[in-house]
């Protein structure tokens, strides 16, 4: 079901504890905690590893994620917007990723560009509830879809490399 590669960054993220939703005000407080220092610990660990591929930051309220997401095919880096609201009924539920200027390019994607989670993930944040947060969602979620869906995209032609300016 998941690979060593992903158990292994898996492995490297801390558990969280607090089970606390954007409602729950002081408590919500110390759950953004626990999300950043899992966050900083696994892009630590992906830098390490070689293997960076996100960065993330919220809003003031810690509702609102945003930031860029990439892919390196042939050695082409391909970078993506990535954005998703915690939901109220968060940790419960987990935050529906959405890469939005691929909305309607794959069939594994909702309207807006939210990425279709695979079945096995669903369960399995739901089994591990309050502990997973939006390190492990990024790690079980949207990195494995990238990895997936992205080549599958280039191949077909419908994302295509795009060179940056110097500026």
Known sequence: ???????KSLSGIP??????GPRDKDLWVQRLKEEYQGLIQYVQNNKSADNDWFRLESNKEG?????K??????????EFDVEFDIPVTYPTTAPEIALPELDGKTAKMFRGGK?????????????NVPRFGIAHAMALGLGPWLAVEIPDLIEKGIVSYKEKSEG
């Open 1 to 7: 079901m998941v690979d060593d590669s992903t158990k």
């Open 15 to 20: 558990l969280l504890k607090t089970k606390a």
């Open 63 to 67: 509702t609102r994620w945003f930031g």
């Open 69 to 78: 997401c990439w892919y390196i095919h042939n050695l082409l880096k391909y």
């Open 115 to 127: 990425i279709c989670l695979s079945d096995h993930f669903k369960p399995l944040w739901a089994r």
